[in-house]
């Protein structure tokens, strides 16, 4: 069985790694589309642990079932979609591998809180791994001078896809480790 990969993206970074894991896995993706459109407010809810309201969004899992959730971070938090989510999926037993996509190499923040979030709900995570992707075009806006001199340029859509792709040995074997998926 191939896992189903949970995603959501606000600018595309998320989106492609998913799409490269996807295609490597031949797992099926599911968007996690909300209502409305991201902006500061969207922010601070991830800061606070708030969820968003998840529209037109297939959160069905059979017992069998393998998850991935793939989320941006944002201000070192998981996102709203991320969140809801978590609350509303069924995941009691099911194995969940999370993936984080963020503008820093490190998120640590962020993965406790997902795992946190994932285990009060009866998940059994069997692995994480942290993506490098772009810088969210708000914090872009005012670019601090002193900060983009030391600043890596953002990835390509290419790279985000093969970061995707280059995650199946890991999260397949994860998923194999703990359970019976083929």
Do not use: C
């Not at 894991?21 to 993706?29: D, S």
């Not at 609350?87 to 591998?97: E, P, S």
């Not at 001078?145 to 995650?167: H, I, R, S, V, Y």
């Amino acid at each position: 069985m191939n896992p189903i990969i949970f995603y959501y993206s606000n600018e595309g970074s998320t989106a492609k790694v998913a799409e490269g894991l996807a295609q490597a896995t031949g797992g099926e993706l599911r968007r996690l589309n909300v209502a409305g459109k991201a902006g500061p407010g969207a922010i601070f809810a991830a800061l606070l642990g708030i969820g968003a309201r998840l529209v037109d969004t297939d959160l069905s899992l059979d017992p069998e079932d393998a998850v991935v959730l793939m989320t941006p971070v944002w201000a070192g938090s998981p996102t709203p979609a991320s969140t809801s989510f978590i609350r509303h999926a069924r995941l009691q037993g099911k194995r969940v591998y999370f993936v984080t996509v963020g503008a820093g190499d490190t998120n640590p923040k962020a993965v406790a809180a997902l795992e946190k979030r994932l285990t009060s709900r009866g998940a059994l995570v069997v692995g994480h791994k942290e993506v490098r992707g772009k810088m969210m075009a708000m914090a872009r806006a005012k670019p601090d001078p002193k900060a983009a001199q030391t600043m890596q340029p953002d990835p390509t859509d290419e790279e985000l896809a093969a970061a995707g792709a280059a995650l199946v040995d890991t999260v397949m074997s994860a998923l194999i480790a703990t359970g019976d998926v083929q």
